[in-house]
């Protein structure tokens, strides 16, 4: 079996392979994580019934862990696009913050919106509402693009049911609760400089709007929208559930150890709270026909796919280095260092600039932390939930021309890639390292 320096070149190798494939070649996320696996397993000298084991497992693991969360969050997305309650949030807010503040409302409605649909989709779903807005109130398209960008971003880099940070999750062996319990109130700081950077900045460059609707045009396409509280509900009440098991499982046992406690640890489960979010989420249909229930289930479970599998391969690459002697080695040579909840950090945000992907990064630094964390000083109750929001923050450094995400933005946004460079790009730099400052307080308090 292989040691010393030897692990060194082959965890180094691997990781240049992953960042060539996926940045360079582009070839799936997946392949690229399955090859390296076996290629890790082989270098190391491995038994090769260990190895073909240890994918297996590290596949199968992540799956149970990760799977139904993903597929019911991706469907409850899809049911508020489609039905039009995503739109019906975001109109809402408008209404209560007012018409001047439309960078501010757009960069609530991304808050919200954001919490059960994917940042790329979302930001499609409200573009002609961004646009028609900013039209209206004359203000830059890179106002309004930045502000609503950043919050998108910050709750898809930070939080569960999106699947970089529900994969590093199940990776690292962090319970969903307590992410979701850190994560929400910590992505608020991130939200809020990436608005005030969309005005300093983005107020810098003046990119008319061209909305291909008026907003007028579009409050008549959409007469019959859920209400605003009703649009709500698939988002809130999952969340709150899962909140409540973590707060029930607290060593104070403040809901008892009865049958409520018992119900609780039920209906709180990450995987039956989702699944109750996208029953709650057909409610907003008002007639179930078979293209509700047929094509809009079914685009739910086949959007979340290709997440699935990329996001198993990364299970399978974290359980290889965890069976190696690799992660002990690298795990050794790094807490001397010093960096302790920085390593995650750094790690996340130089795999996102190099390769693009925020999914990729966390879920390949999730690989590389785990079999670290003792060491890192990240155990304990609280340790590998601020290990996995680190990678969160680190994730969201920085979005630019190798990310699909950054050209979502460019085209809904009509804005040129210079402007785009110097007002998006430069905002997911800032919001990150906001997101980390605030991760950072949290250890030393929790820590």
């Not at 240049?16 to 070839?27: E, G, P, S, Y």
């Not at 690292?172 to 992410?179: P, Q, R, W």
């Not at 005005?199 to 810098?204: A, L, N």
């Amino acid at each position: 079996m292989a040691s010393g320096f030897m692990l060194l070149v082959i965890f180094v190798v691997a990781i240049a392979f992953i960042i060539l494939m996926t940045a360079k070649v582009q070839m799936n996320a997946f392949y690229v994580l399955i090859i390296t696996t076996l290629a890790v397993g082989l270098a190391s000298g491995l038994p090769m019934q260990k190895i073909v084991n240890t994918i297996k497992e590290g596949f199968g693991n992540t799956l149970g862990y990760i799977g139904i969360v993903i597929i019911c969050g991706t469907t409850i997305g899809v049911i508020l696009e489609r039905s039009g309650a995503a739109f019906s949030l975001a109109d809402s807010i408008l209404k209560i913050v007012g018409q001047k503040a439309v960078p501010f409302a757009m960069s609530l409605s991304g808050f919200i919106v954001g919490i059960p649909i994917f940042c790329d989709s979302a930001f499609v779903v409200l573009s002609s509402l961004n646009k028609a807005l900013a039209e209206r109130a004359k203000i830059s398209m890179s106002v309004m693009a930045v502000a609503l960008a950043t919050a998108l971003y910050s709750i898809h880099c930070l939080i569960p049911p999106h699947p970089g940070a529900t994969a590093a999750a199940g990776i690292v062996g962090v319970d969903l609760g307590k992410l979701i319990m850190l994560g929400l109130p910590i992505a608020i700081f991130p939200t809020i400089t990436g608005f005030l950077w969309a005005i300093k900045i983005g107020g810098k460059f003046y990119i008319p709007a061209r909305p291909d609707v008026t907003y007028e045009e579009l409050k008549q396409k959409h007469q019959k929208l859920p209400h605003p509280l009703h649009s709500a509900v698939p988002i809130i009440i999952p969340v709150a559930l899962i909140a409540l098991k973590s707060i029930g499982q607290l060593p104070t046992h403040p809901f008892g150890e009865g049958a409520f406690f018992n119900t609780i640890l039920l209906i709180g489960d990450p995987q039956v709270a989702l699944l109750i979010g996208v029953l709650l989420a057909l409610t907003l249909v008002r007639f179930w026909s078979k293209e509700v229930l047929g094509k809009w289930l079914l685009e739910g479970v086949e959007k979340a796919g290709v997440i699935l599998a990329i996001t198993a391969a990364g299970g399978t690459f974290g359980a290889m280095l965890k069976v190696t002697p690799i992660g002990e080695y690298i795990a050794t040579g790094l807490s001397k260092l010093g960096l302790g909840i920085f390593l995650p950090f750094l790690i996340a945000a130089a795999l996102k600039t190099a390769q693009g992907s925020s999914t990729v990064a966390i879920i390949t630094a999730g690989a590389i932390v785990a079999p670290m964390l003792q060491k890192l000083g990240l155990g304990g109750n609280w340790g590998p939930t601020l290990a996995v929001l680190a990678m969160g923050a680190g994730s969201m450094i920085a979005s630019h021309a190798n990310d699909s995400y950054f050209w979502v933005v460019v085209r809904f946004s009509d804005l040129d890639v210079s402007t785009a460079l110097k007002t998006y790009t430069t905002s997911t730099i800032i919001t990150g390292l906001t997101a980390m400052i605030m991760v950072t307080i949290l250890y030393f308090i929790l820590v």
